[in-house]
């Protein structure tokens, strides 16, 4: 079955899911197995790649490795095109629907169609939306774009409800990699009311509770990088009495 239909299925089954961001541009390779080995027993789903500012061949190198570890499925999170590759399980074909930069909205899924016409791997339409976290982030400066200020929350829901009109079959709010502050639960609330299609939130999740707020609010996928950058102890703290969140 595929990625997505898993996602849906698991979904309808009422399953949160969470993804753990690994950026191969922080990422050390001689960790992978130690790393990894604590995903596999966290409460993960998926593992996503990718980064904004990676080096060309390390994330399909970095992919390889992390598969003689793992059967979780291993999802592309591009930040450009050389970043896609064949031994990850699906690729989210992302779209910087918060950002009026061309190339981010179609220039470079053009450029992407020469590789993906030859590769057997699942392409998940998504739409990503960048929200402001006060800081510049690394999405922001690469794709010379804002985001959506957090005060504009009907903008934020038409942005959203814009790319389900268009077809995506996932939608990503991202505060960014880093972010001091996570989206607001009432921005997630705000958007899921009006999606059918799974959302994501991601950006600035350091703490059990925050992770426990994006579901609350109707999150169906978490996404975490940098606090297990940070520290790995973070998988413990997200185990303990998981089991009672409601
Ligand atoms: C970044 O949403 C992801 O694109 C995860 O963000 O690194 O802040 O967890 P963090």
């Given at each position: 079955?595929?990625?997505?239909?898993?996602?849906?299925?698991?979904?309808?089954?009422?399953?949160?899911?969470?993804?753990?961001?690994?950026?191969?541009?922080?990422?050390?390779?001689?960790?992978?197995?130690?790393?990894?080995?604590?995903?596999?027993?966290?409460?993960?789903?998926?593992?996503?790649?990718?980064?904004?500012?990676?080096?060309?061949?390390?994330?399909?190198?970095?992919?390889?490795?992390?598969?003689?570890?793992?059967?979780?499925?291993?999802?592309?999170?591009?930040?450009?095109?050389?970043?896609?590759?064949?031994?990850?399980?699906?690729?989210?074909?992302?779209?910087?629907?918060?950002?009026?930069?061309?190339?981010?909205?179609?220039?470079?899924?053009?450029?992407?169609?020469?590789?993906?016409?030859?590769?057997?791997?699942?392409?998940?339409?998504?739409?990503y939306?960048?929200?402001?976290?006060?800081?510049?982030t690394?999405?922001?400066?690469?794709t010379?774009?804002?985001?959506?200020?957090?005060?504009?929350?009907?903008?934020i829901?038409?942005?959203?409800?814009?790319g389900?009109?268009?077809?995506?079959?996932?939608?990503?709010?991202?505060?960014?990699?880093?972010?001091?502050?996570?989206?607001?639960?009432?921005?997630?609330?705000?958007?899921?009311?009006?999606?059918?299609?799974?959302?994501?939130?991601?950006?600035?999740?350091?703490?059990?509770?925050?992770?426990?707020?994006?579901?609350?609010a109707?999150?169906?996928?978490?996404?975490?990088?940098?606090?297990?950058?940070?520290?790995?102890?973070?998988?413990?703290?997200?185990?303990?009495?998981?089991?009672?969140i409601?």
């Open positions: 079955m595929s990625v997505y239909k898993n996602i849906l299925k698991a979904i309808g089954k009422g399953e949160r899911l969470f993804a753990v961001l690994i950026d191969p541009d922080k990422f050390a390779f001689g960790n992978a197995e130690s790393f990894i080995k604590k995903v596999n027993v966290s409460m993960a789903t998926h593992i996503f790649v990718g980064g904004s500012t990676v080096d060309e061949y390390t994330t399909e190198a970095l992919v390889g490795e992390i598969k003689k570890y793992t059967d979780l499925p291993i999802i592309i999170f591009p930040g450009d095109v050389y970043q896609i590759t064949e031994k990850a399980d699906a690729l989210l074909f992302l779209s910087l629907l918060s950002g009026r930069n061309p190339e981010y909205l179609i220039g470079k899924h053009v450029e992407a169609v020469s590789k993906l016409r030859h590769m057997n791997l699942e392409v998940i339409p998504t739409g939306i960048l929200i402001e976290s006060g800081v510049k690394a999405v922001s400066e690469v010379n774009t804002e985001g959506i200020s957090r005060s504009n929350i009907q903008t829901i038409d942005t959203a409800k814009a389900e009109l268009l077809g995506m079959k996932l939608m990503y709010l991202e505060a960014g990699s880093g972010a001091k502050l996570p989206l607001t639960k009432e921005i997630v609330k705000a958007v899921k009311n009006e999606l059918s299609i799974p959302l994501i939130i991601g950006g600035g999740i350091k703490t059990k509770a925050q992770v426990e707020n994006a579901y609350g109707g999150a169906n996928i978490v996404v975490v990088g940098t606090a297990f950058e940070e520290d790995e102890s973070f998988f413990e703290e997200l185990k303990d009495n998981y089991e009672n409601s």
